[in-house]
């Protein structure tokens, strides 16, 4: 049972434009997330979090929005960049368990088209 | 080392053998992780170390998998018999510490193909 999904596999988006990814969870016990970004044979590294106490963080390009009432969140980045074109990994954790398990959805691979 | 470091970068092997995968964590990161991601799945949680010891080994998906640290250091992740399901990748990360103050970082992966 997926806890964390990301319904979109792939996304493709113009050079300058907005890319929005979205993510749903189904645990009402989770209360810290984050983003992460993958390169092909490189590991996951981390983006941008943001604890169930705000709605919104911001980071330069990277703008991640919380919807507890949805169970969803989002990651919007503005302006898009060719260099941004890799898989995108949310994940989610109860911050009552220390924090240490993070749960992942399977991935959006984003394409900035130049 | 300046990152996370694991190896072999790839594995293929014989359904049936034991694999040994390594994991060399940043220096001084107390946490270490191991998480695998199948084809078409989001990363999995296998076990957590916090020095030598494994506080969560919830993930382990099989008792053909365990895993080691030794020295607060090295790890290894070891699977036995190997079967086809056991192939992805693996990924091992580290932290300095354990709550949201403190985040992962990944190595590269080991790329496991069981055939």
């Known amino acids: 049972d997926q806890q964390v999904k990301q319904n979109s596999p792939s996304l493709s988006v113009q050079e300058g434009r907005i890319s929005i990814l979205n993510c749903d969870y189904t645990n009402s016990m989770f209360d810290y997330f984050l983003w992460y970004k993958k390169y092909p044979a490189e590991g996951p590294t981390f983006l941008i979090s943001?604890?169930?106490?705000?709605d919104k963080n911001e980071d330069g390009r990277f703008t991640v929005f919380l919807n507890k009432s949805a169970k969803h969140l989002s990651l919007h980045i503005v302006p898009s960049q060719p260099g941004d074109s890799a898989v995108y990994f949310c994940?989610?954790?109860?911050?009552?368990?220390?924090?240490?398990?993070?749960?992942f959805g399977t991935g959006t691979r984003l394409k900035v088209l130049a | 080392g300046a990152g996370v470091s694991q190896s072999p970068s790839n594995k293929v092997t014989e359904k049936g053998k034991d694999v040994e995968l390594r994991c060399d964590p940043i220096?001084?990161?107390?946490?270490l992780y191991w998480y695998r991601q199948s084809l078409g799945q989001g990363l999995e949680f296998l076990i957590y170390f916090q020095g030598n010891s494994a506080p969560d080994k919830s993930g382990l998906p099989s008792d053909r998998f365990s895993a080691e640290r030794t020295g607060g250091s090295v790890s290894t992740l070891t699977i036995q018999r190997t079967q086809q399901e056991d192939s992805a990748v693996y990924l091992c990360?580290?932290?300095?510490?354990?709550?949201?103050?403190?985040?992962?970082?990944f190595g590269s992966g080991t790329r496991l193909t069981v055939v």
């Open positions: 220096s001084g990161h107390t946490a």
């Open positions: 943001i604890s169930s106490i705000k």
């Open positions: 990360a580290s932290s300095l510490g354990v709550g949201t103050a403190y985040g992962y970082t």
């Open positions: 994940a989610a954790s109860p911050t009552t368990s220390g924090t240490y398990k993070y749960i």
